[in-house]
């Protein structure tokens, strides 16, 4: 029998059993069949299906989906259970035509009032049918459903459960296929029933029709919308008021109102509204919200908010007299509409700022709406504060909101802590936003707001939030304070900003200033501590109490006076004693409590904001033996947290040394010493049993390590001998071992850095550590080769001049020959870590000169002449050589003898030995050569400047018998000379020359030099010419009498070429100054009157190679001299700009042109170079005026400097965007200048603006990172969406654009996604037609970068409630999965 008969005999089989009257055997059936369709399924979608697979046939399926459907009819709920789930798994495969028969067949079952006992099951079914078919059917199954449903909500008004079943089914539907045809011609069908039930009599049902209303807003027309929002305003007008003041206005509204709608329930309307707000807020107009927030702030009138500290009036004592049901209804809509605003300020920013006052105002007013319990010092405590500015209450000694004294059972009918929370989430949300915008926090601490029916009684957002950390309720409470959290860690980043100023006396400064020390500080501690000492205080308040000190360390002051720190130390005292009589809290909440508690101790020790004396008295004297004690837990976090806490404390008692010396007082009192040896012995008895221990926890060992190696380099002479000796013999054995070596290896520079005054003697264990050390250099693990590099270094550097005699002339051999094998080019870091280890051995061993010479000369010689060679291994590689010749390890002829056969032996490719250096530079050419001989000309540099004035001599007579022999051949070179030996020699003389003062040589030099240099500018090799153009600039540098006047002569009498050359010369003059000048230490100042001049006539050169020498010589002498050099730049754009441009090249209004184009692009270098802001700062809005300009070159050379300006220096222009930059930003990213150019055979478009469109959208990502403030950036939404269609490089930026705002600013994007979907869509399904090669990877790049911008989109909160941006998701999916 074939597979495909077995198949239909079994299916037959198990379809017979689902009639059978045993349930048990229904259910095996079912359970069977279930599986025997998941494996079809599965073979079905495979890529790797075959032909040969049994098929079920289209009657085997009719007769399977009429037996599940039978069986959802079931007795037995487990057979219905099992038949959802085979439903399910059926839709998947069965024909289009039997998925549609099934959902009418359920849906008549659902709209079946007869059969209500199996309702809900036949509802699970058509739900499951909804969510599980594919999606290319939606549209089929949509059209079967919307208007049944729709008929079935209009005529089952009395049969509740049908109609909570439609609205759910219509909500699932919607929300999935919201979008397609059949569906969309309903929107104003299924919005008007939805709309019509909202009067309901039945609670249920006005929530499932709010509930589809506000699916229903994601996909509906703007004109819809706007319909729909309209109407629930009017609605919500209409509705009764809350409160004595709300019922007086909703009586007043329905009088003058004409409208013929229904009243809805009011409850339900603002649910429906404020879900509307929460999925489309974006898209409602500013007159719409300006209508929505004043109707909402009606139902949470502040006059209304009363608590139970509050007098009533006689109207008010007769209002308060409601039934519990109009309470609960009005707890109920305030709640709703507290959450309206919290959406609204979160996703429509800028249309709510009207409103914000009003809101926070509300939301205080609320915040301590308790009409049912009286706090009993509300009234004090305002009377105290007065009209001064904090308005933050002192705490009464004597106060315990919450203590024993209150009654066991709360109020659980009591409903008024929802409507403060509310309140509180809509103050929070005020801080997100404001965060968010990087808008000024300073309103949050300084404007007052009435938050009590007496207007004259104000406080502050701010002062407000800490009085209410009284809250009785934990949910409500613990909002609160994270509140402030955010509120303060917000602050604290805006100062250190300087947006905002949080030390007194800083009011001139021209930003806003909070007096957080004195106004807030005091408070805030005191708040802190009731709720850690509060016995009925849950474990969420004290771990937020905990976060919030933790912040308050960071802000200036810090937790405040030394009587603050000592009673917070105190109340952490309590937390981690063990002794039940000092606990505050239960046993069983005491580890995380602990960590937090320990986590703070830490920040307090470690951050600058406190004096260390304080913090040292305090914690000795209170916690370090609770600390000790707490690493004895069993819970590894608080065991590791105890002791980072430990390795804090010597370098507290070292601080506070430091400062002792300062203040010229008695540190080594008998007092001292004995308080240290305390410590010392508290510290090794905590430390010493977890550093010994095998079995614990990585991190409690990594710990551990930490901390031994701070209480052996601080405390080490309060430590007996032998107490020293058992740490250090730790300490080696955790480095041998596997698990610890790199911890180990990171502690190590920890102990080299003892204090110099009594140095930790590490000789019992430094041949051993300095062994092993080398040893891991022969690990493949770069990690742990870099760690081991960067610890013998610093071991040796501070400990290597213990060492003496032959046995560690012996050991440092071994060292230095692991080192010379791990000195390649392939790993330059490496490279230079070692080269630093080799210095540091040869200076503290000088003995150790032949070994240095044997193993680790060699590879740096081959080092030497590779291309690759550069930044810091480069000048590792010089040092070594310097310090060989310093120290006469080696014959300075002999290795100049070395670095000279390089030339030959590795740059020529003559040679193939050596370290596998044959296959790095010998098959390098052209560029590779070029750097390689610059390389080596720099080091013969380096050893002629060290070497005696007699050798130097010589070898600079031989440099220049060599440059004139070469000059008599030709210039490029002769007999015996070849042309690389030339450039080596001009390089050399030049390098030489920025280390000595040529011009101070006998015979002559100098002169002689200069002839060769300007001589070779004739040569025919460009390679030649370039190594003399940087060889004159060099040599200038020692000797500028010499060679600068005859640079600035001889740049008036040449030709453009040599011009180029010149000006190449004077760049490289004033770029070595700029970067550390020359070997006398003098400066440039004198000599930039002569200068400037030449340099001017040159900025409108036609050559755009001379622009840009000019335009870099322009930049670097801004660094050096700002006060010289920006009026002069000035002058110039004033001059030059703001004309118009000739089409003449030779015209007038073309050399202002290039003017000005140099002129950006000198500011643009200097930016770069890091040019002083402050001098800058003053001349910038000159220069950004180069944006206006017609000349489309000069407007991208602007870009380019704002976008340097911005990347470097950000403060720069952060407050000139809005006027002076962002006008012409936006103009330009979305410039399109395209033209036709015609080539004969075919034509060619080219767009001239490309290049500022790029531009644009650079300086638009930079700002975004660096200063997102300055800029409108939901302002720049519709510009992203223009740039996601543009062409392939800009889509490319726009793309990363937005995956990065995913992160930092994903509000705007979830706005704005719906303008995104179709051309990223379009990217995705780009074809890749017939390319092929790098083409074809190029358009694949593409394709995968439009592809992760859809993927972190959809990953945003609320995107992928639109459904256009869902379907376009799971089509892109699909294409790809395809593909």
Same mark, same amino acid.
């Given at each position: 029998m074939s597979s495909s008969g077995s198949n239909a005999v079994t299916l037959n089989a198990l379809l017979k059993k689902t009639e059978h009257y045993d349930k048990d055997e229904r259910y095996m059936a079912i359970s069977d069949l279930c599986e025997a369709l998941k494996r079809h399924a599965a073979s079905s979608t495979s890529y790797s299906s075959s032909p040969s697979l049994p098929l079920i046939d289209a009657s085997t399926e009719r007769r399977i989906c009429t037996a599940v459907l039978s069986l959802l009819d079931d007795s037995s709920n487990d057979v219905q259970t099992v038949a959802v789930k085979t439903l399910g798994v059926l839709l998947t495969t069965v024909q289009e035509e039997l998925v549609a028969e099934i959902a009418d067949k359920l849906c008549t079952l659902v709209l079946d009032s007869t059969k209500s006992d199996l309702h809900d099951v036949y509802a699970i079914?058509? %739900?499951?049918?909804? %969510?599980?078919?594919?999606? *290319?059917?939606?549209?089929?199954?949509? *059209?079967?459903?919307?208007?049944? !449903?729709? +008929?079935g909500i209009r005529l089952s008004s009395n049969s509740s459960f049908i109609l909570v079943s439609c609205f759910e089914l219509m909500t699932h539907l919607v929300s999935r296929f919201g979008t397609m045809p059949n569906v969309k011609r309903q929107h104003d069908a299924i919005? #008007?029933?939805?709309?019509?039930?909202?009067?309901?009599? &039945?609670?249920?049902?006005?929530?499932?029709?709010? $509930?589809?209303?506000g699916v229903m807003s994601r996909v509906l027309s703007d004109a819809l919308l706007h319909q729909l929002v309209d109407r629930l305003l009017r609605q919500i007008d209409l509705a009764e008021g809350v409160g004595k003041s709300g019922k007086r206005r909703a009586r007043a509204a329905r009088a003058n109102s004409t409208t013929t709608d229904p009243i809805a329930d009011t409850r339900a309307i603002l649910r429906t509204m404020c879900t509307v707000s929460g999925e489309v807020g974006h898209r409602l107009t500013q007159s719409q919200i300006d209508c929505i927030i004043p109707i909402f702030l009606r139902f949470c009138d502040a006059e209304d908010a009363m608590s139970g500290d509050d007098e009533a009036s006689e109207d008010e004592s007769v209002s308060m007299e409601e039934t519990e049901e109009a309470v609960e209804l009005a707890n109920e809509l305030r709640e709703s509409c507290f959450a309206g605003f919290s959406s609204f300020v979160l996703r429509c920013p800028k249309e709510v700022m009207p409103h914000l006052k009003s809101i926070v105002g509300a939301s205080l007013a609320y915040m301590r709406y308790d009409p049912n319990y009286s706090y009993g010092d509300e009234e004090e405590g305002e009377e105290e504060d007065g009209d001064e500015s904090s308005g933050v209450e002192e705490f009464s000694e004597d106060e315990d909101e919450y203590s024993e004294e209150e009654d066991e059972e709360d109020d659980d009918d009591d409903a008024s802590w929802k409507v403060r929370r509310g309140a509180i989430q809509a103050l929070t949300a005020v801080v997100e936003s404001t965060k968010l915008q990087n808008m000024d926090p300073s309103s949050l601490w300084t404007e007052e707001y009435s938050w009590r029916k007496d207007q004259s009684m104000k406080t502050t957002v701010a002062g407000a939030l800490v009085k209410r950390f009284k809250e009785r309720e934990e949910n409500c409470r613990v909002a609160v304070i994270d509140c402030f959290t955010r509120l303060l860690a917000m602050t604290v980043a805006a100062a250190k900003n300087g947006m905002i100023s949080l030390e007194s006396g800083e009011e001139e400064s021209g930003v806003p200033v909070i007096d957080l020390r004195s106004k807030y500080v005091p408070a805030i501690v005191k708040a802190c501590e009731k709720q850690l000492e509060a016995k009925k205080g849950g474990e969420r308040t004290k771990t937020s109490a905990l976060a919030l000190l933790s912040t308050l360390c960071v802000a200036p002051g810090g937790i405040g006076e030394p009587t603050q720190i000592e009673s917070v130390f105190a109340h952490i005292h309590s937390i981690l004693s063990p002794d039940p009589k000092h606990r505050t809290i239960s046993t069983g909440l005491t580890k995380s409590i602990k960590l937090d508690a320990l986590c703070l101790v830490r920040i307090m020790m470690t951050c600058d904001q406190h004096d260390a004396s304080c913090i040292k008295h305090a914690f000795l004297s209170t916690l370090l033996g609770e600390v000790c004690n707490a690493v004895q837990e069993d819970w590894y976090k608080v065991i590791a947290e105890a002791l980072r806490v430990l390795a804090e404390v010597p370098s507290l008692l070292l601080l506070e040394k430091e400062w002792k010396a300062q203040q010229m007082t008695d540190e080594d009192s008998p007092n001292n010493t004995e308080e240290t040896n305390q410590v010392a012995k508290a510290l090794y008895d905590a430390i010493e049993p977890r550093l010994a221990a095998h079995d614990l926890d990585q991190e409690i060992k990594e710990c551990a390590l930490v901390a031994s190696a701070q209480l052996l380099s601080v405390l080490h002479p309060s430590l007996s001998t032998e107490q020293q000796h058992r740490l250090l013999s730790l300490l080696l054995e955790r480095l041998k071992n596997e698990t610890t070596r790199i911890a180990a290896m990171k502690t190590l520079p920890i102990l080299a850095s003892s204090s110099k005054s009594s140095r930790l003697d590490v000789s019992p264990i430094l041949s051993n550590v300095v062994s092993e050390l080398a040893s891991l250099l022969r690990q493949q693990s770069r990690g742990v080769k870099q760690s081991a590099l960067e610890s013998l270094d610093m071991v040796i550097q501070c400990h290597g #001049?213990?060492?003496?005699?032959? #046995? +560690?002339?012996? !050991?440092?051999?071994?060292?230095?020959?692991?080192?010379?094998?791990?000195?390649v080019d392939s790993d330059l870091h490496i490279s230079h870590l070692?080269?630093?280890?080799?210095?540091?051995?040869?200076?503290?061993?000088?003995?150790?000169?032949?070994?240095?010479?044997? *193993?680790?000369?060699?590879?740096?010689?081959?080092?030497?002449?590779?291309?690759?060679?550069?930044?810091?291994? !480069?000048?590792?590689?010089? $040092?070594?050589? &310097? #310090?060989?010749?310093? $120290?006469d390890a080696v014959d300075f002829h002999e290795l100049l003898t070395s670095l000279q056969g390089r030339l030959t032996n590795d740059i020529g490719g003559n040679s193939t030995s050596g370290m596998g250096v044959g296959t790095s530079t010998s098959s390098s050419s052209g560029g590779g050569s070029k750097q390689a001989v610059s390389n080596l000309a720099r080091c013969i540099a380096v050893i002629t400047a060290a070497t005696t004035p007699s050798n130097r001599d010589k070898v600079v007579e031989n440099l220049i018998s060599s440059l004139q022999s070469a000059i008599a051949a030709g210039g490029d070179g002769g007999v015996g000379v070849s042309a690389q030996e030339v450039q080596l020699a001009l390089l050399a003389s030049g390098d030489l020359g920025r280390k000595v003062n040529l011009a101070a040589m006998a015979g002559g030099v100098a002169p002689n030099l200069l002839h060769i240099y300007l001589s070779f500018f004739d040569a025919s090799s460009e390679d030649a010419k370039h190594a003399a153009a940087y060889a004159l600039g060099r040599a200038s540098v020692g000797a500028m009498d010499v060679f600068l006047p005859a640079i600035l002569n001889a740049l008036e009498q040449n030709s453009q070429k040599k011009q180029y050359l010149l000006l190449s010369a004077l760049r490289e003059l004033i770029h070595c100054y700029q970067t550390g000048g020359g070997a006398d230490g003098g400066d440039i100042s004198s000599s930039v009157p002569l200068i400037l001049p030449h340099l001017v006539s040159h900025c409108s050169d036609k050559e755009e190679g001379v622009r840009t020498m000019v335009a870099e010589c322009m930049g670097s002498l801004t660094c050096l001299e700002p006060g010289v050099m920006l009026p002069h730049l000035q002058e110039l754009v004033a001059t030059h700009g703001g004309k118009d441009v000739d089409d003449n090249e030779e015209g007038g209004g073309r050399k202002d042109a290039l003017s000005c184009w140099t002129v950006a692009t000198a500011i643009k270098f200097a930016i770069a170079a890091h040019a002083d802001p402050s001098k800058l700062a003053g001349f910038m809005p000159s220069f950004l005026r180069l944006l206006s300009e017609r000349d489309l070159s000069v407007r991208n050379a602007a870009l380019l400097m704002v976008y340097s300006s911005v990347h470097h220096t950000p403060q720069l222009v952060a407050g000139l965007m809005q006027e002076h930059i962002l006008p012409s930003l936006h103009e330009l990213a979305q410039l399109n200048l395209k033209?036709?150019?015609?080539?004969?055979?075919? =034509?060619?478009?080219?767009?001239?603006?490309?290049?500022?469109? =790029?531009?644009?959208? $650079?300086?638009?990502?930079?700002?975004? &990172?660096?200063?997102?403030?300055?800029?409108?950036?939901?302002?720049f939404m519709p510009i992203l969406g223009k740039a996601l269609g543009d062409v392939e490089d800009i889509q490319l930026q726009a793309h990363q654009i937005i995956i990065s705002m995913c992160y930092r600013h994903p509000i705007p994007l979830v706005g704005a996604v719906e303008a995104f979907v179709d051309p990223l869509q379009k990217t995705i399904d780009k074809k890749t037609g017939q390319k092929t090669g790098t083409e074809l990877e190029r358009a694949h790049e593409w394709i995968k970068s439009g592809l992760r911008t859809m993927i972190a989109l959809s990953n945003l909160d609320g995107v992928m409630k639109y459904v256009l941006m869902s379907v376009y998701f799971m089509d892109s999916f699909f294409i790809c999965v395809e593909r």
């Open positions: 079914g058509l %739900t499951t049918l909804i %969510t599980k078919i594919p999606l *290319h059917m939606g549209d089929v199954v949509s *059209h079967r459903l919307v208007g049944r !449903l729709i +008929d919005l #008007q029933i939805s709309l019509l039930q909202l009067s309901s009599t &039945e609670t249920v049902v006005r929530k499932r029709a709010g $509930s589809t209303i #001049q213990d060492c003496g005699g032959d #046995q +560690d002339v012996e !050991l440092y051999d071994g060292v230095l020959r692991e080192l010379g094998m791990i000195i070692s080269l630093r280890a080799s210095i540091s051995v040869l200076k503290v061993c000088p003995s150790s000169g032949p070994s240095v010479k044997k *193993h680790v000369l060699p590879p740096a010689l081959v080092l030497s002449t590779s291309p690759l060679l550069q930044d810091l291994a !480069l000048e590792s590689l010089l $040092s070594l050589l &310097e #310090q060989l010749v310093v $120290s033209r036709v150019v015609d080539l004969g055979p075919f =034509k060619h478009t080219v767009d001239d603006a490309l290049p500022l469109r =790029k531009a644009a959208l $650079s300086i638009f990502s930079t700002c975004l &990172e660096k200063c997102p403030a300055s800029i409108d950036i939901p302002a």
